[in-house]
């Protein structure tokens, strides 16, 4: 394979690594790999470099790029948000792989951020035939509240800390602790709302869009998304009524921390990955 540095874009140079495999094919599908936060195009614990070198030996070439303003990419200077601005450079991404490889066909593949711009993306630009979202949009269930609590309801140690603790600083007769450290113990009794969350039907409708299309879809959640997901087959029960018609596979890896620091959950996502891009592309 051969890897390459380029820039492309309009409005601002941005900065990106082609991974080419030896040899493509014609009507190939290309990955295109989003940054996750401030992360730059290396990816957390250097999974884009990774995926990108998996996916070329199974023939599928990407670009790996940093938008506007991270990693290597300058900030733009027209004042456009990055609502706007993400999806732009996106396409203007894909637009590239076009222009210099002849490729028309795209998948796309993000963490957290990432993958709610190519979710987003995914259902504005019809050259999208592929979707892979780690930790993306998740939404607690009424079998998520019964697994979340009932065990708690028997937990001695639960009801001592609100006794002596949670009651006590409702009243104002105890200063109140952080909830950092009860929620990475995995001992607060409510649950966190993860931010940047939109409505549930909003997020339904894209979907809906996606699967109308026909766009394949992969998603997979880490055991960090706890607070919001608790077991195998939550992702569908979030969307009852929903018939992803076959488009949707899934991971759940309650092992796995959100950024993939574990060589196991790596290996694994690298392996659900190209395995499923071999079955559909």
Not at 92 to 99: E, K
Not at 133 to 141: E, I, S
Not at 243 to 261: N, R, V, Y
Request: a neutral charge; one cysteine or more.
């Amino acid at each position: 394979m051969e890897e390459s540095a380029v820039k492309f874009g309009k409005s601002v140079k941005l900065v990106g690594v082609v991974t080419k495999p030896d040899n493509v094919s014609d009507g190939t599908t290309a990955m295109i790999l989003f940054n996750s936060g401030v992360r730059h195009h290396v990816g957390c614990c250097r999974m884009s470099v990774r995926m990108a070198r998996a996916v070329a030996e199974q023939g599928i070439p990407s670009l790996r790029f940093d938008l506007s303003g991270v990693g290597d990419s300058p900030l733009r200077n027209d004042g456009m948000q990055y609502q706007e601005s993400s999806i732009e450079e996106a396409k203007q991404a894909m637009d590239y792989l076009s222009r210099t490889m002849g490729i028309e066909k795209f998948v796309l593949y993000g963490l957290c951020s990432g993958a709610h711009l190519g979710f987003k993306l995914a259902q504005q630009d019809p050259r999208i035939v592929g979707l892979i979202q780690v930790d993306g949009y998740l939404y607690r269930t009424t079998k998520f509240y019964i697994r979340h609590y009932l065990p708690r309801l028997f937990d001695l140690g639960v009801w001592t800390r609100i006794l002596f603790n949670r009651i006590p600083q409702k009243l104002g007769l105890k200063k109140a602790e952080t909830k950092g450290a009860d929620l990475v113990e995995g001992s607060e009794v409510e649950v966190q709302e993860w931010p940047d969350t939109p409505p549930r039907q909003e997020v339904q409708s894209g979907y809906e869009v996606l699967i109308n299309r026909g766009v394949k879809q992969f998603s997979y959640v880490t055991g960090d998304r706890a607070h919001d997901y608790n077991y195998e087959k939550q992702f569908f029960d979030m969307f009852p009524g929903l018939d992803f018609k076959g488009t949707m596979g899934l991971s759940f890896m309650p092992e796995a921390s959100h950024i993939l620091t574990e060589k196991q959950s790596q290996l694994s996502v690298l392996k659900n990955t190209t395995e499923w891009l071999k079955a559909n592309f």
